[in-house]
């Protein structure tokens, strides 16, 4: 298809075609899904939740003695 494009005081012929991509039909194939993969996921999703948790609490408490000991220091 071509196109006729006037920009500028200047005549541009570009050509447009539009590719025609082959379509894919999947079937509704029913997938095995194995519980013990789900039920590792949910521990390691905890397990990492736990971490974060522990790591949180332990910067904040850090953080709390620093701000006691510099207050103590200098105070």
């Known amino acids: 298809m071509l196109k006729h494009i006037f920009h500028n005081s200047k005549s541009v012929d570009e050509n447009f075609e539009k590719i025609k991509l082959p379509h894919v039909i999947k079937k509704d194939q029913k997938e095995a899904v194995d519980i013990n993969k789900l039920l590792n996921r949910v521990k390691i999703n905890k397990y990492t ?4 948790q522990i790591i949180f609490f332990s910067l904040s408490t850090l953080l709390f003695i620093v701000a006691g000991t510099f207050i103590s220091f200098f105070g």
Not at 49 to 52: G, Q, S
């Open 49 to 52: 939740e736990k971490k974060k």
